[in-house]
């Protein structure tokens, strides 16, 4: 089993950066996806960003796209979001996952997920 832990989240002005980072328990297998979610109140959990196995590839969502930027570091099975220029649409609890499956956006499709990062961007 994985256990993904989250940290980096807090309060930040609009405008302002924040980097969240996601550390797996154990080293990941060599097929997977690293995916980034969030939830605002009320809302449906959505993707935000991934990175696959796949050659490193990334995706994210168009809300996101320019903005936030997805890395990882194998050596430290570590993944973290780069968010800049930050708004209030932006507040939700930031939850990091992974799935077996080399590239998907699907949140039905990854098996573990961290407990969630509180992310508050004030006006």
């Known amino acids: 089993q994985v256990r993904l832990v989250e940290s980096g989240g807090g309060l930040v002005q609009a405008g302002g950066s924040l980097r969240l980072s996601c550390r797996a328990s154990?080293?990941?297998?060599?097929?997977?996806?690293m995916g980034w979610f969030r939830q605002a109140p009320e809302k449906e959990r959505e993707f935000v960003a991934l990175?696959?196995?796949?050659?490193?590839?990334?995706r994210y969502s168009d809300s996101v796209k320019g903005r936030f930027t997805v890395s990882g570091d194998s050596s430290r099975n570590t993944v973290s979001l780069q968010m800049n220029d930050l708004n209030p649409e932006d507040t939700a609890v930031y939850f990091c996952?992974?799935?077996?499956?080399?590239?998907?956006?699907?949140?039905?499709?990854?098996?573990?997920w961290g407990q969630g990062t509180q992310v508050t961007v004030s006006s």
């Open positions: 996952a992974w799935s077996n499956v080399a590239w998907t956006t699907d949140r039905r499709q990854f098996q573990y």
């Open positions: 154990e080293p990941t297998f060599s097929t997977y996806s």
């Open positions: 990175l696959s196995s796949r050659g490193g590839l990334t």
